[in-house]
């Protein structure tokens, strides 16, 4: 880490911390959810800009991971029932990374358009069945999610999702944030980057690329499902529309929006992805068809993502490491 | 039927037995038996088509033989995947510059070397900080004069050095065995010699086995121990360089007279 790094991280998080006592309440749950979206992007980068596989089924880690929550919640539950954060963080990692082993084991055979189409059919798959099994999943009307404890203390409703929960997340953000950093600049990172660019040839310098992308694809559901399990208590209420082909789709816009290749672009482009939906469904019923336009003049005015831009025009600022694609 | 080579010079580092390919109606590698041994630098020559290509494809596992068995050290190695082969030390370069394009030449050879280490598994440590994996890549890129273009990205340098670059990476990995396809093609006349020079240099000083798919005659006739002669699948004559100039045969099939 190069001294800007630090001082744009330092900068970044007391900003962050500040938001909830300078913004409307509004903004502070928006955020939150932003953060969540960010966790899920940031994740999904490790399979599209690294390893160069292009999946449209990633949702279904979000769903997994939310519907496990909403679970272990249910009354049905009895001794069982779970309100711990931590806890049910950790069962949902543990949820999507064994979903995302058994998928990802029959998904990464394939690469290109078959691989996207693959994880495509799984998520119509687990939405469907999200669907029709209304006895244990609630149907189209979903499953209701309570306020969890935080470290073994519970708040209100209004103080969890306007203020606490948002310090909550900022806090797993930052961490997962981190863990990503240190990926992307280990000897794995450089191995998944190798596969991307060449999968042949990296093979053939000895790294078994099969496991390498099982590795990546399950680190992406993980993170998928950290951002879904974030998402779900935020959410109050968790319904089969997490899971779809739109919600699957999302996290590769967020990732073209902001930059594939670059470390912050998922992150900046769910931030934009994000707000700039929950901005113009203010306005206008036909939020889809603006969103729309908006994110093909993002993808023309910024070819390599947002943050691809900044890395260009601020050569100085952004040193080497992100000139070649990071 | 392959012939059987007569020289016996060190142990036999690999073996194929009765090894066969056919493209629909095309007879690529027809029942070829190749006997290899340690330390030599075995070329093989042929006109296009005769199927020296689709052999070292089969060898190296690129391709899947249709019959036929390969053996590494004497160990059959026939299914084995080429991440596995290249672990063990048999490796190769392409006749098609087959490189990590979006990554500078040092990555590329990080790639590589890091992979010879066994560490590029590991998740969290810091590549910047391994102090080893750098040095080394480092040490080869300037036994291969890549040196002043290591923080070039590898698609932006000249063929000359990508090729060169292609087979410095066989050479990361620490090979027993290297098996080059054509890595003079595509280079500049005036700088085959140089290249080859620098290659022939590598694996000399490594001790390292290679056979060798090859169209300049010249640098055929100058750099082997044993060439081994193929025409449509089959192998035509083998021997030493000075025995194939000779054959009549060959001269008419593969050299064109020369």
């Avoid at chain 1, 690469?111 to 189209?140: A, D, E, P, Q």
């Avoid at chain 1, 992805?273 to 093909?296: C, D, E, P, R």
């Avoid at chain 2, 109606?25 to 006109?47: T, Y």
Wanted: hydrophobic share 45%.
């Amino acid at each position: 880490m190069k001294l800007y790094h630090v001082v744009a991280l330092v900068a970044g998080l007391v900003l962050a911390s500040l938001l909830p006592l300078i913004l409307p309440k509004y903004y502070t749950f928006i955020f939150a959810v932003t953060m969540c979206f960010a966790i899920y992007a940031l994740g999904y980068s490790i399979i599209l800009g690294r390893t160069g596989l292009l999946s449209f089924g990633h949702a279904l880690y979000l769903g997994v991971a939310a519907y496990t929550v909403a679970f272990l919640m249910r009354p049905e539950m009895g001794a069982f029932r779970i309100f711990s954060m931590e806890l049910l963080l950790i069962i949902a990692i543990g949820t999507s990374a064994l979903v995302g082993l058994g998928v990802g084991a029959i998904c990464i055979r394939y690469t290109r358009i078959f691989f996207g189409l693959i994880n495509l059919g799984f998520v119509m798959l687990w939405h469907s069945l999200l669907l029709k099994l209304y006895y244990v999943t609630g149907g189209t009307d979903g499953l209701p999610i309570y306020i969890p404890s935080l470290f073994g203390v519970t708040f209100s409703h209004e103080i969890f999702r306007t203020f606490i929960f948002y310090y909550y997340v900022l806090g797993i953000f930052a961490i997962t944030t981190y863990i990503m950093w240190r990926i992307y600049n280990s000897p794995l990172g450089l191995a998944l980057k190798a596969i991307r660019e060449n999968s042949v040839r990296a093979e053939f310098v000895g790294i078994p690329i099969g496991r390498y992308r099982l590795a990546a694809y399950v680190i992406s559901a993980i993170y998928a499902g950290i951002g879904g399990a974030l998402w779900a208590p935020l959410n109050g209420h968790v319904s089969p529309d997490v899971s779809t082909w739109l919600t699957s789709g999302d996290v590769v816009l967020m990732n073209i929006l902001g930059g594939m290749y670059t470390f912050t672009g998922p992150i900046v482009g769910a931030f934009i992805f994000y707000n700039l939906k929950v901005q113009i469904m203010h306005f206008t019923t036909y939020w889809s068809f603006i969103l729309g336009i908006s994110a093909i003049i993002f993808v023309l005015l910024f070819p390599g993502g947002v943050m691809g831009w900044v890395s260009k025009v601020m050569p100085k600022l952004v040193k080497k490491s992100y000139r070649q694609k990071a | 039927m392959g012939i059987q080579s007569d020289a016996k010079i060190g142990e036999k580092i690999l073996q194929t037995e009765g090894l066969k390919k056919y493209f629909g109606e095309v007879r690529a590698v027809d029942h070829v038996d190749l006997e290899v041994s340690e330390g030599e630098i075995l070329s093989i020559i042929g006109p296009n088509g005769s199927g020296k290509t689709t052999l070292l494809n089969l060898i190296s596992n690129m391709i899947e033989p249709d019959a036929g068995r390969i053996f590494f050290y004497g160990r059959d190695v026939t299914k084995w995947p080429p991440s596995r082969l290249a672990k063990m030390g048999l490796v190769r370069s392409f006749q098609i510059v087959n490189l990590f394009d979006g990554l500078s030449v040092l990555d590329n050879m990080r790639a590589a070397v890091t992979s010879k280490l066994g560490r590029t598994s590991k998740p969290f440590t810091s590549l910047d900080r391994d102090k080893e994996v750098t040095r080394t890549s480092i040490e080869l890129l300037e036994l291969f004069k890549l040196s002043d273009k290591a923080e070039t990205l590898a698609g932006d340098v000249p063929h000359g050095d990508r090729k060169v670059l292609d087979v410095a990476l066989c050479f990361a990995l620490n090979p027993k065995l290297i098996l080059l396809d054509e890595p003079t093609s595509g280079v500049s006349t005036s700088e085959k010699r140089p290249v080859m020079q620098r290659i022939e240099e590598a694996v000399r000083k490594g001790g390292v086995t290679a056979v060798i798919v090859e169209h300049d005659m010249d640098i055929v006739f100058g750099y082997s121990d044993r060439i081994i002669a193929m025409h449509e699948g089959k192998i035509l004559a083998e021997g030493k360089p000075q025995e194939i100039r000779e054959n009549e045969e060959v001269r008419k099939v593969v050299t064109g007279g020369l």
